[in-house]
């Protein structure tokens, strides 16, 4: 996956549903029901809770989902109307150009 490019300011994009109750109470119940186990099974039982809790519960978590991206749709419009188009090419080329440097480098194509 290719990590996106973020300019100054920009607003974060809203967490998942999934994200959202992990954070709030499914991580500590996993971790509370195997104190010992690593980080990689903890995932593994958030998971299976997640796809075993009831739809009103995943209601929730969906409706606080929604309530974020209408949030961040909002704070996006005025992040781009007050000048983020532009942060926004600038970070884009400063990317591109770390990037072209740093093949550069591997190639063997010092400028």
Not at 30 to 53: F, H
Not at 99 to 110: I, R, V, Y
């Amino acid at each position: 996956m290719v990590k996106a490019v973020r300019a100054e300011g920009q607003p974060k994009r809203p967490m998942s549903s999934y994200f959202l109750w992990l954070n709030e109470e499914g991580r500590a119940t996993a971790k509370k029901q195997n104190p010992d186990a690593p980080i990689t099974e903890v995932s593994k039982k958030c998971g299976e809770m997640w796809r075993g809790l009831g739809d009103a519960t995943k209601k929730k978590y969906e409706k606080m989902q929604e309530v974020a991206k209408a949030k961040y749709e909002e704070d996006y419009k005025v992040w781009l109307a007050d000048g983020g188009e532009e942060a926004l090419k600038e970070a884009k080329k400063e990317t591109q150009t770390k990037k072209d440097k740093k093949s550069a480098k591997a190639t063997g194509d010092w400028a």
